[in-house]
């Protein structure tokens, strides 16, 4: 990490710039339209009651440069928790100056400090810029499993069958 490279927990106030990286990574992922929230949604979910995930903004010379957003989950075979990287994510201009691998790294380490059995994330599959970072960092693809979803309708009608 860099000497200019800054870490901080985000907090409500930074709803607004959250949505904007999430709107960045939506663009790059060929998914702009996937993005369902607004600022509201983003304080809501990450810093209300009851939230459950977590946020980090990673700043350089006291510029926002990324972010991450991850939440714990459970692993029975470990019968410990984990952290589930949901987003991370580094406006183009200042990829390559160390700021996704120290956001890795900050979330990592928590991971140690707290006893955590996994530290995981989703990648698609043709982000090869992506794949390799998590390789270089030691990450191992997971290929023999498959994502699956249920969102939405098919959500709401699953939920509501008998």
Known sequence: MTDDLHIRPATA??????????????????????????????RASLFGDGAKAQALICEQAGRAVGYAVFFYNYSTWLG????????????????????????LQHIARRAVAEGCGRFEWSVLDWNTPAIAFYQAAGAVAQDEWTVYRLQGEALRNFAESA
Do not use: M, W
């Not at 999430?22 to 702009?32: H, S």
């Not at 410990?80 to 956001?103: F, M, Q, T, W």
């Open 80 to 103: 410990r928790n984990g952290i589930y990287l949901e987003d991370l994510y580094v406006s183009p201009e200042h990829r390559g100056c160390g700021a996704g691998k120290a956001l």
């Open 13 to 42: 106030d930074d709803a607004g710039l959250i949505l904007e990286f999430i709107r960045e990574l939506a663009i790059y992922e060929r998914a702009e339209s996937s993005v369902q929230t607004d600022e509201a949604g983003i």
